[in-house]
């Protein structure tokens, strides 16, 4: 008797609406538990045929670009303004004259490039010139309409340079190959291989914080100072266009 | 005969040595090196005239030269003592225009310029002195040999029998 009221209740269990409430329930708190995982992968799952393609891709990265160039303008007529407090050279961008490169004598006893922009242009000698990873050189003559540049490589070339890193000046100075040597001015500077290598933010000769080069060598035993030996971020071999910073001249 | 020869090396130092250098065409070069043009255009006019024009043709040929470069080694003292050497030889030797014998003049006058050039240098720049044999030196010297000795037989010993024809 007692074992067939327990059959009786048994089956009233599983014929009763228990499992779908107590179901339903534990649905919930997986779903609680996980906070929506499976219905957030299920969406994606179903979402994926119709997500942003690579055009789309693109677009966003360009909106991303403006906004970064934005603030790129904005950060450099904040630390311009800062400058001018601070009676330092400036660093303005519109200032540039984009020339072209008409002759090239980048592995010559004189590693030079002529340029397709001169005097009449406002080009003066000692300006700064950049090329796409950097400073290449400075203008060293000019006529009206041409413009030689003496290259960051030519032997005997030298210019002001610093670790970004570490804070350590140093002479950069042209040896005829890729290369150049940084010579420090003083023992002990730390630097590793790796570093950038810039010019100063405090020169009065050249415009601030232009990238030179990386690291690729550390001597600091040499006599009679340490050096280091760069290899230039920017290439005069495979440079077709080049800018020429007027506000340094 | 002398006056067409006057002009044919004013052409060659006035037109056509700005425009080698300027212009230094890809494919006539060796390593990025192109050939050491007041040599080729200098040998057969030195080997043809007496060594007062020589000289005066080499200093001119200098001057023109140096104002390509940056200006701090010069050509000028090199092409010099070259032009007078090779004028000495042209003097005393009847068979100059042979191929070989041109191309190994220029050899070793495009050997001695970039010497005088590479101890200008080093006599200039203290930072070079710290090692005197630069890989980079070593490099152009021999660039610039291989690739003269390449073009000159057939250039200098063109202009050379073009001389002896005017």
């Not at chain 2, 006019?45 to 030269?65: C, D, E, M, Q, Y």
Request: include cysteine; charged fraction near 15%.
């Amino acid at each position: 008797m007692i074992k067939a009221r327990g059959n009786i209740g048994f089956h009233l269990l599983l014929k009763s609406r228990f499992w779908v409430i107590f179901l339903f329930g534990a649905l919930l708190f997986g779903i609680r538990w996980t906070k929506g995982a499976g219905y957030l992968d299920l969406y994606s799952i179903l979402l994926k045929p119709i997500l942003p393609g690579t055009a789309q891709r693109e677009w966003i990265k360009e909106g991303e670009n403006i906004e970064r160039n934005i603030r790129l303008k904005l950060l450099e007529e904040d630390n311009n303004r800062l400058r001018r407090a601070l009676a330092l050279k400036e660093f303005n961008s519109n200032q540039r004259i984009s020339a072209a490169v008409i002759s090239r004598s980048s592995r010559n006893w004189w590693q030079l490039l002529e340029i397709n922009k001169g005097a009449k242009d406002g080009v003066v000698k000692g300006q700064t010139v950049i090329g796409p990873g950097g400073l290449i050189g400075l203008v060293d003559s000019t006529t009206p309409l041409t413009s030689r540049v003496r290259l960051l490589t030519d032997p005997g070339h030298q210019v002001g340079a610093w670790i970004y890193r570490t804070k350590r000046h140093g002479i950069l100075t042209g040896m005829g190959t890729n290369r150049p040597k940084l010579i420090f001015l003083n023992k002990n500077n730390l630097v590793k291989i790796g570093d950038a290598v810039t010019t100063s933010p405090a020169s009065t000769l050249l415009p601030p914080n232009l990238t030179i080069g990386i690291v690729q060598y550390v001597n600091e035993k040499a006599l009679p100072s340490p050096y280091a030996i760069v290899q230039l971020t920017a290439s005069p071999e495979a440079i077709d266009w080049v800018q020429i910073l007027r506000n340094n001249g | 005969m002398a006056k067409n020869n006057k002009q044919l090396s004013i052409f060659f130092i006035i037109i056509c040595l700005p425009a080698f250098i300027i212009i230094s065409p890809d494919w006539l070069k060796i390593n990025g090196i192109s050939p050491c043009w007041p040599v080729i255009l200098l040998l057969p006019f030195s080997l043809k005239n007496p060594p007062w024009r020589a000289a005066s043709a080499a200093i001119i040929t200098g001057i023109f030269v140096d104002s390509f470069t940056i200006s701090d080694a010069s050509y000028i003292p090199s092409l010099f003592l070259l032009s007078l050497v090779w004028s000495q030889y042209g003097l005393h030797n009847k068979k100059i225009e042979l191929f070989l014998n041109i191309g190994l003049m220029a050899i070793f006058g495009t050997a001695f310029v970039g010497l005088s050039i590479w101890v200008q240098k080093i006599i200039m720049y203290s930072v070079l002195r710290n090692n005197w044999f630069h890989s980079w030196s070593m490099y152009v010297v021999i660039s610039e040999v291989i690739i003269t000795g390449l073009v000159a037989p057939f250039f200098s010993s063109w202009l050379l029998l073009t001389y002896k024809k005017n």
